[in-house]
């Protein structure tokens, strides 16, 4: 009641929060970043849009890594275990993550699936997003680096339509890029589009068909893998 | 269509300090969101609108702020301008973000018990 006159008007207070509403997405987050850290593996979040060809550079990547870096990776699609099953089928031991009607994967969704797969003595551990350019940006999952599939097919202007992923994105893979001569898509055009809406714009020109690309994408991966101290051999924390 | 699960966590941050405070109403919310968050404000209010049913927020009111997205040089501390590339003109370093990709509840009205 109101303590002035009494007049029966409801006691109203204001309650300062100034929380970020994804504060337990961010806890969750925090949680995976420390596994990945105690078991020293490199955790890439890959995104892109749906048929950008993010599974297929994954298999590139194990065919080019050739037995030289031990490699996981938990895979999100709505529906379907289909690309896990691929990764599988090219050496990348996999785990698939089945949103059902969910655009992105959250960190809670990632933890569930790290209890299907130890990461010990993982180099790299790759972390396959639902394909959507917009909803997984949003989402921490502890990752170490994020990494965006842009094939060269959806066009120049994707980067300016879309700033929030490429914003977040540590190295856009433009893909594809053997189709090239058979589109009338300017990479330069692409190129600098990027650096409208990247700060440190960071791209490398793959095709997983052709391998081109992959080698300076894997070293990348490997001047960023973490130092180990024998950490690695830690037991899980959950 | 993120909007509804971040409505959702939004709900459920409401629910636990109402709780706290041993509130029976909440009249009204303010929010941030932030040019580059990546949420559409449109949909976040449909989410609202719709998640609210048989809360605590049921009657409360969404006040949304949009924060503009600002950049600036980390080296010489210039703004950039809209649309610009995201360098610094003067000494080529990657901008930086300082404001615009907020996703926050600012602040919660509601109706708490005199006696407790």
Request: aromatic share 4%.
């Amino acid at each position: 009641m109101c303590d002035t006159c009494g007049c029966g008007d409801p006691n109203v207070v204001p309650v300062e929060v100034h929380a970020r509403i994804l504060s337990d997405n961010d806890r969750t987050a925090g949680h995976n970043r420390e596994h990945f850290e105690e078991a020293g593996v490199l955790a890439i979040n890959l995104m892109g849009s749906p048929g950008s060809g993010k599974t297929a550079v994954l298999e590139a990547t194990a065919r080019a890594a050739g037995g030289r870096l031990r490699l996981r990776a938990v895979s999100g699609d709505l529906a379907t275990e289909r690309d896990a099953d691929r990764l599988n089928a090219a050496g990348v031991e996999a785990v698939a993550i089945t949103t059902g009607s969910a655009c992105h994967l959250d960190a809670a969704l990632v933890h569930r699936a790290l209890h299907g797969l130890d990461v010990r003595g993982t180099d790299l551990l790759f972390i396959e997003n639902v394909g959507n350019l917009v909803c997984p940006a949003v989402y921490d999952l502890g990752q170490t680096a994020n990494v965006v599939a842009l094939s060269i097919t959806e066009g120049e202007d994707k980067p300016l339509k879309y700033p929030v992923m490429f914003r977040k994105a540590d190295l856009v893979l433009l893909t594809k890029v053997d189709l090239s001569p058979h589109l009338n898509v300017n990479l330069a055009a692409l190129e600098h589009n990027l650096a409208r809406v990247m700060p440190d714009p960071r791209f490398i020109r793959v095709s997983a068909q052709t391998g081109a690309g992959v080698e300076a994408w894997l070293d990348w991966l490997e001047a960023r893998q973490p130092v180990r101290s024998g950490a690695e051999a830690a037991q899980p924390r959950h | 269509m993120h909007e509804y699960s971040i409505v959702s966590a939004l709900i459920g941050q409401v629910e636990a300090e109402a709780a706290r405070r041993h509130a029976s109403r909440v009249h009204r919310l303010r929010v941030q969101i932030g040019e580059l968050a990546g949420v559409e404000l449109e949909l976040l209010r449909t989410a609202y609108m719709t998640f609210r049913e048989r809360t605590i927020c049921e009657v409360a009111e969404l006040d949304v702020e949009l924060v503009e997205a600002r950049w600036i040089c980390p080296g010489c501390g210039c703004a950039l301008a809209r649309g610009s590339l995201l360098q610094c003109s003067e000494c080529e370093r990657p901008a930086r973000l300082v404001q615009g990709d907020e996703i926050v509840l600012e602040r919660i009205e509601m109706e708490v018990d005199d006696h407790v």
